[in-house]
């Protein structure tokens, strides 16, 4: 299942630097960002093989998340924060703040073939 990690952040009267390292156990392949989204959604689906982080550089969006068994939301914002999505993690973004950046990271080069857009059968509430 996701799961929500600070960052290593330094802090000083010159500013702040965040690092976003060994996040990733495969290494960094590929980095996208998301912007001008505003009320649109986005993802929509899980991988069979890549593992990505995510966190907003600016502003906030939340992320749902769904990994089969169980379906959590997150808020990011905070740029040292950052949401780690194993590949059966169904997730969509959405919420996304008027100047959001969502950046990406991913441990895969882009294949068509890795996405997966069907979602797993809805979670039934056991009374």
Aim: proline fraction near 2%.
């Amino acid at each position: 299942m996701a799961k929500l990690l600070e960052l290593q952040t330094y802090l000083s009267d010159k500013g702040s630097l965040t690092v976003f390292e060994k996040v990733l156990k495969k290494g960094i392949k590929r980095i996208f960002y998301i912007y001008n989204a505003h009320k649109q959604e986005r993802g929509g689906h899980r991988h069979k093989l890549a593992y990505n982080a995510l966190t907003c550089v600016s502003g906030s969006c939340e992320v749902y998340v769904h990994n089969g068994e169980k379906e959590e939301t997150f808020i990011l914002d905070s740029p040292d924060q950052c949401l780690l999505l194993e590949p059966r993690d169904w997730h969509t973004m959405y919420n996304f703040s008027e100047n959001s950046v969502l950046l990406v990271l991913s441990d895969r080069f882009y294949e068509k073939e890795d996405y997966i857009y069907e979602k797993y059968e809805e979670l039934i509430a056991i009374v």
